[in-house]
């Protein structure tokens, strides 16, 4: 009797020593695993911020200006659609602004101010170049700057966007 109660003492000891093991391989595998996919994370991220060169320019009355622009997924939307010849409306006499005919990504805040020059998207498809400063509470998200604008005048304006 006393034998048969030693086997199974050893073969509980086995049986939840193998389990240890058995676990702690997993566990391992699990790491391993979670590694990879925030290395595949990253990359990808990495990968879709170059996935577009990051240059736009406007050409106003023959004129060329330089945006700076924002990095974020609007701006990769809107400079996969470019070159852009569009005319754009008059607005309060401040901004200048046209539909697109698809949606953009976007990520609207309120900027509580406005500068002239500052290029933003009203909504899901409103380009907007705003021509005047001001204090705002509408919602917008950010595509970039032009710097030394020009002066516009109360009417449409013929706008080109391109790369």
Do not use: R
Not at 19 to 41: H, P
Not at 65 to 77: Q, R, S
């Amino acid at each position: 009797m006393k034998k048969a109660l030693i086997i199974i003492v050893v073969l509980i000891i086995l049986l939840v020593l193998g389990f240890l093991i058995w676990n702690s391989k997993n566990k391992e595998s699990v790491q391993v695993s979670n590694q990879d996919y925030s290395e595949n994370v990253v990359n990808s991220e990495n990968t879709a911020n170059t996935e577009v060169d990051k240059n736009m320019k406007v050409i106003i009355n023959n004129n060329e200006y330089e945006v700076k622009l924002e990095n974020n997924e609007t701006v990769n939307d809107l400079l996969k659609i470019l070159p852009l010849d569009i005319e754009m409306k008059e607005l309060n006499g401040n901004e200048k602004y046209f539909y697109l005919d698809e949606n953009l990504t976007s990520k609207p805040v309120v900027p509580e101010y406005i500068n002239s020059g500052d290029i933003m998207l009203y909504g899901d498809n409103c380009l907007v170049v705003f021509y005047e400063s001001f204090k705002t509470n509408y919602s917008y998200t950010k595509i970039g700057h032009i710097d030394e604008l020009p002066n516009f005048d109360n009417g449409s304006v013929k706008i080109t966007f391109t790369k």
